[in-house]
């Protein structure tokens, strides 16, 4: 029977299917770090107590990009190219989703409005994070090899996202609600055409990998076109909701370090 967990193991147990796996997660989460380390050094003025939960975020995803590298060298296997199709982040920053590397490579300090782009786009894409490492979680929680290190990113993400319910919701008490609103769909939507497009990438490349047969292959397809077609008639909604989280507070610490894995 074809589950979420049965793909996840065939994929886990091959070698090569591993490797590109964990470069694929290894290289988002890397320049996810690069991408808050710039906006913490360029917090304007008026947020910049901010700064550090930015930094911390930054942390985490460095953080994460370190525990995927020591996967793939506790198996013995070294990273591969990330093929361009299935780069999450690049193709979100292509579509405009975000704030521009350009912006983030200069010297000129962020704007509110820029602080307000980048917390929505990251409350879009953490409820993704969050989703994929709960299943992850539910599944491989247990694992030998790989139980830590889920249970540590799927925390860590879980935090990300009540941060940015916790600050978006500060801002819009401050008079930019609508402006969040705003962002927050627009980026819902692209992010879910991404997602499906990158969905189909990835499973192209490990059903090559695999040799997954045709009808196998299709059946997955028609999976991802499927989700695709509920998150674009009525899924993305969840993703632009705004609510106190549970969580307060949650990137109000430092970093937690990455797990040894001998």
């Keep these: ?88 982040t690049m193709l979100l920053e292509k579509r405009g989703i975000g704030l521009a590397h350009d912006k983030l490579k200069s010297d000129e300090p962020l ?9 929505s786009h990251s409350r879009v894409t953490e409820q993704r994070a969050s989703e994929q490492m709960e299943l992850l979680r539910k599944h491989f929680a247990d694992h030998p090899d790989l139980g830590r290190a889920v249970r540590m990113i799927s925390h860590d993400e879980d935090n990300h996202l009540a941060y940015c319910h916790e600050e978006l919701l500060r ?47 299709a059946v997955l397809a028609a999976g991802i076109h499927a989700v695709y077609a509920w998150e674009r008639l009525a899924g993305w909604r969840r993703m632009v909701s705004l609510k106190m989280p549970e969580r307060r507070d949650a990137l109000g610490g430092p970093a937690t370090s990455a797990p040894e894995f001998a």
Aim: glycine share 8%.
């Design 171 to 217: 801002f819009a008490a401050q008079g930019h609600g609508r402006a969040i609103q705003r962002t927050l769909r627009e980026c819902a939507l692209a992010e879910i055409r991404i997602y499906r497009d990158v969905s189909l990438a990835v499973m192209d490349h490990m059903g090559r990998i695999l040799g997954w047969p045709w009808a196998k292959a």
């Design 111 to 119: 704007t509110v409005q820029d602080i307000v782009v980048y917390l």
């Design 1 to 88: 029977m074809l589950s979420a967990k049965s793909l996840f193991q065939e994929i886990l147990d091959n070698d090569e299917s591993f490797r590109l796996f964990c470069s694929i997660a290894a290289g988002g989460e890397s320049q996810g770090g690069w991408e808050n380390a710039r906006i913490a050094a360029l917090v304007p003025e008026s947020e910049r107590g901010l700064a550090p939960k930015i930094t911390r975020h930054g942390a985490d995803e460095d953080k994460h990009g370190r525990i995927f590298n020591a996967l793939m060298k506790k198996r013995g296997v070294e990273p591969v190219p990330v093929p361009p199709e299935t780069d999450y």
